[in-house]
Structure formats: C-alpha cells, structure tokens
T-cell receptor, first 111, second 113 residues
Framework: GENVEQHPSTLSVQEGDSAVIKCTYS??????FPWYKQELGKGPQLIID?????GEKKDQRIAVTLNKTAKHFSLHITETQPEDSAVYFC??????????FGAGTRLFVKA | DGGITQSPKYLFRKEGQNVTLSCEQN?????MYWYRQDPGQGLRLIYY???????QKGDIAEGYSVSREKKESFPLTVTSAQKNPTAFYLC????????????FGNGTRLTVT
C-alpha cells in the first residue's frame, strides 16, 4: 500500500546550523508534497510544499527538493533558530483528497 | 479570521461513554478529515468527507462514527467500542482540487479513564 518513510525521527542541531529531513514515498502517482510544522499542543501548519513538476522550491530559510525518479523529497532549514524547534511531517498526496504522512521528525535547536 | 475550530481543547470521559468532538470550518472547504495522533507518532486517518452527506472510512475507523450534515461541520463520535480512545484528535479541511494543502485545527485531547 501507499507509504511515506521519514528520517531521522529525532534531530538535534546547534543554533545557526542547517537541518535536513528526508522522506521517501512508495506510490509513483503521488503528485503533491507538503511539509507541516507542529508545535506542542497545536495542529500541524503548512510551511512549504512542492508539486511533482518542480524539482526545488525555496522560501527564505526553508527549501524543499524533489527527486521523482528516486521517489525522494527533502526539507532543508538553514540558519536554524530556537523557534524552529518542533515536529516536522512530510506528506505525499495522491489525487485531490488522499494524503499520506510520514511519522514525523522532532527537531531540537540548541541555543 | 478564517480557520478551523475544534472544541473543547481538553475532554475527559469515563470508560463506556460515547463522546462527540466538534469541528467547524469557515474556509468554505469541500473536504474535511479526522486524524488521530498518539504520543511520538504520526497522523492516522479515521474518517474523511469529500462533500456534504458523504463520508468514507480511513485506516482506523473502527469504534468511531461521523456525520456531515453541513459543509462547515464534521463532528466525530468516539464510541465505547473504541478500545484505546485516549489520544490527540485533529480535524482538517481542504479545497477539493489537486495540490491543495490541509488546514488543521488545534486539536482536542481526549482522556478516557
């Protein structure tokens, strides 16, 4: 069945360093790849997304890359700050209504 | 302000009681979803609805029920048949086109003792 694997499950970086989270999806029909940030006690919020016809997208300190051939996509956060500490989820959408989530990465940014 | 409202934020029930979690959206989104999140885990789909008066089971629908009588409302009932109901429940909505993201509420934490 459809599956999204996400690594690592926990990531600890020093403030100012970069953080990279990687995901792999199984269904080649996946066409939309959003990333969500979840802070403690809140719902996930969209931070960036990429469509299957694009290889890379950047928004200030956040970038996402997509390799459709390898079915890999990654989130890159540069110049990390303590407020980046949260749980990050990757996801892959198939069609208009179905979204499969990765298991999440807990990011700690040490000041 | 457009968004999704889940209420209450915290809910406590005794084992054997049914409980209904509220979810309301004013984003005019067609589709609505319920997810369950357990500590340190990802999001598991319980039920979803693409249009009013229609809904489908997700991956873990057993012990849950929903209704979609209005576009803006998608309440979830956790029944006594749900074996491990204590969890964080998230409601979400999205527009019904390819490549539209999910918008989440801030969740309801249900504790059953």
């Amino acid at each position: 069945g459809e599956n999204v694997e996400q690594h690592p499950s926990t990531l600890s970086v020093q403030e100012g360093d970069s953080a990279v989270i990687k995901c792999t999806y199984s269904d080649s029909a996946s066409n939309y790849f959003p990333w969500y940030k979840q802070e403690l006690g809140k719902g996930p919020q969209l931070i960036i997304d990429i469509r299957s016809n694009v290889g890379e997208k950047k928004d200030q300190r956040i970038a996402v890359t997509l390799n459709k051939t390898a079915k890999h996509f990654s989130l890159h956060i540069t110049e990390t700050q303590p407020e980046d500490s949260a749980v990050y989820f990757c996801a892959a959408s198939i069609g208009s209504f179905k979204t499969i989530f990765g298991a999440g990465t807990r990011l700690f940014v040490k000041a | 302000d457009g968004g999704i409202t889940q209420s209450p934020k915290y809910l406590f029930r005794k084992e054997g009681q049914n409980v209904t979690l509220s979810c309301e959206q004013n984003l005019n989104h067609d589709a609505m979803y319920w997810y369950r999140q357990d500590p340190g885990q990802g999001l598991r789909l319980i039920y979803y609805s693409q249009i009013v008066n229609d809904f489908q089971k997700g991956d873990i629908a057993e012990g849950y029920s929903v209704s979609r009588e209005k576009k803006e409302s998608f309440p979830l009932t956790v029944t006594s048949a749900q074996k491990n109901p204590t969890a964080f429940y998230l409601c979400a909505s999205k527009q019904g086109y390819l490549g539209s993201p999910l918008h989440f509420g801030n969740g309801t934490r249900l504790t059953v003792t």
